[in-house]
């Protein structure tokens, strides 16, 4: 029996998952491939566009032996058109007040007060304009408030662990560049926008 890849009708966009020792929250523009779709996870930000990750923060979230605290708040709206997911924190990675606003279908808009240059990861074959990525497919990633001061081609290696935290021999670990955005009086604003945006 052959099963049909579908997406059924109504799913939600957007859900929340407030329990402090969870603290998600993702939101969607649709189920389409390559559409923009968004994570943050105590504070930790995963934005995906063009079906590939675009900005994965280099925020410690994932250590099993040493949880992460909650951030202090986090709110998720939804109207159907818009969506938003506003943070508070976390203050030891220098974050104050987030807001990612999805602007559906193709524009997400992320404001962060930071006092500390961020560093991120990406995947694939990005081309740099002065304060902006720009993926083959068109998909693209500008910082409006704040400057990009480095990229490094191989700045993140995906290094697999155990559950306990012992990490694999892996001969031939993946890596990834990362960028560093320093901010503008505190304030960081950036813009990934899909194809047919305009």
């Known amino acids: 029996m052959k099963i049909e890849p579908r997406v059924e009708a109504e799913l939600p966009r957007s859900f929340q998952f407030p329990e402090p020792e969870v603290d998600e929250a993702y939101m969607r ?3 389409q491939p390559g559409d923009i779709a968004v994570g943050m996870k105590k504070g930790g930000l995963v934005v995906h566009a063009g079906g590939r990750p ?3 923060d280099q925020l410690d979230v994932e250590d099993i032996n040493h949880p992460t605290a909650s951030v202090q708040e986090m709110l998720l709206a939804d109207d159907g058109q818009q969506a938003l997911i506003r943070s508070v924190g976390p203050k030891t990675a220098g974050l104050a007040e987030q807001w990612i606003q999805l602007n559906r279908p193709h524009r997400l808009t992320i404001r962060r007060n930071v006092d500390r240059p ?63 955005v320093k901010p503008a009086d505190g304030q ?11």
């Open 54 to 56: 675009v900005l994965v």
């Open 29 to 31: 523009a649709s189920y």
């Open 188 to 198: 960081l604003k950036v813009i990934v926008t899909t194809p047919n945006s305009e």
């Open 118 to 180: 961020l560093t991120w990861w990406y995947t694939g074959t990005a081309v740099r304009t002065e304060n902006q990525l720009c993926w083959p497919d068109g998909t693209k990633l500008q910082v409006v408030e704040g400057t990009i001061v480095s990229i490094q081609p191989s700045g993140r290696t995906d290094a697999k662990a155990h559950y306990g935290g012992m990490q694999y021999a892996d001969p031939h670990p993946f890596t990834y560049p990362t960028i560093t």
